[in-house]
């Protein structure tokens, strides 16, 4: 059994503390590891980490910097299977999602390896006479990253290679549910010849969260999670005087148009409902059918309902694992109960499937006839639960998705160019897909979302992780003609 301990200062601690919980692998209900709360002294040591090595780090080179990054990257290509084995055991997810988590994450230390080119600011030769001026951006200090249990490699690597790339030092407090593969790329940092205290790793739960929020010599927060949690933190980070971005939840919607390819948006619906058990903020939970398309979808949804197949995630032909906790499997359930008992029609009923193993599985659920005011409807469930809401109108299927509290991601299904650009143009949301179901940016473009699924003025990862992490700094710089001893002691006139 593995034992997760912090990561502070180029090495593993974690012996003082006293609070310890069981990590289990929710395919089995068998613990595969114990994982360390930090004590507020082990909170104090990595922040004291981060700052001592910030001096120097932010003094690196962008060459060095860029070196050291590539190799990270390629560490953790060499070892993706390995990660993705560890992210599959604790998480749930099927191993090819789980290789695939992995490959977006490379994408983003690859963006990072590119910073030479993004940062390199601008420069107005002559702006008055005489005058020019520029922008150079620099780092902004010690930054804290807070993950969900979701994503427990992909998301820290939304974050650190970009905060570190910019001169930046890091402490990563992942999801305490499935802490192993986010330690061990913290470790194969220092495998790559990170400096010590440039990047370091706090395990706990909101006490170590607080604290890090608190902590005067913390400059910057990004935390990715809940959205109560990601106000919380937007709230408590800024009343502080810290930089913060805080992703949220979500209910992301599908429309599907009288003229789309039903096969298409079927299948497409089916992928993104149910994929990682629809444990992704991206996943798709609310298909808004417009007029006749209605019926012929749900047949064809439910039909490809039928042969999925839902087992443990290292089963080679398994497309659906299970949950993360025997309390998020109920969970699940009971919203599926209040679905029913509030008038939707249960066309796939996956509650059966909960008692039929061990696991903490659900079954793919698809819940016809779902109105707005439905709790089923307005809440995130975060599990293999689609709705279908069904509607007249293109009009009114926008209506839907502004109306909705959160604004993460949406997509259109058609065949018609002017109707998806109408829809791109007008859909109230961050993110936006056009015969595209789950459209999560690639690592140049950044991750953002709307209303209560972003909180903060940047979103996360490429250019605006970049603007993020750095502080904009304008220099405007006269130099006097050696030719000429005149002193010009007014405004300068734009001649
Ligand atoms: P969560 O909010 O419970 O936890 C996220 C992090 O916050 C964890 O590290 C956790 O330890 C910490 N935390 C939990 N409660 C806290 C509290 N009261 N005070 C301070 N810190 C606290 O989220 P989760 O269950 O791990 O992840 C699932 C959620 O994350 C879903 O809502 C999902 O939509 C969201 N998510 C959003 C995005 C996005 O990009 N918008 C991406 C992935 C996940």
Known sequence: MRSIQHYINGQSVGIA?????????????????EIQHATSEEVNQAVAAA???????????????????????????????????????????????AKGEVARGIENIEYACGFAETLKGSYSEQASTGVDVYTIRQPVGVCV???????PVMVPLWMFPNAIACGNTFILKPSDRNPSAPEFIIKLMNEAGFPKGVVNLINGGAETVNQLLSHDDVDAVSFVGSTPVAKHIYESGTAGGKRVQALGGAKNHMVVLPDADIDLAADSAVSAAYGSAGERCMAISVVVAVGEVAEPLVNAISDRIDNLKIGPGMQPDSEMGPLISEEHRSRVVDYINSGEAEGATVVCDGRMHSSEQKGFYVGATLLDNVTTDMEVYRDEIFGPVLSVVRVQSFDDALDVIAENQYGNGVAVFTRDGGTARQFQKNVQAGMVGINVPIPVPVGYHSFGGWDDSLFGDTAMYGPEGMRFYTKQKVITSRWPDPTSSQVDLGFPQNT
């Open 17 to 33: 503390t006293q609070k310890t919980h069981a990590v289990l692998n929710p395919a089995t209900e068998e613990q595969v590891a």
């Open 51 to 97: 700052k001592a090595a910030l001096s120097d780090w932010s003094e690196a080179s962008i060459a060095h910097r860029t070196k050291l990054l590539y190799k990270f990257r390629n560490l953790v290509l060499e070892n993706e299977h390995y990660i993705a084995e560890l992210i599959t055991e604790e998480h749930g997810k099927v191993h090819s999602d």
């Open 145 to 151: 990253g807070i993950t969900p249990f979701n994503f």
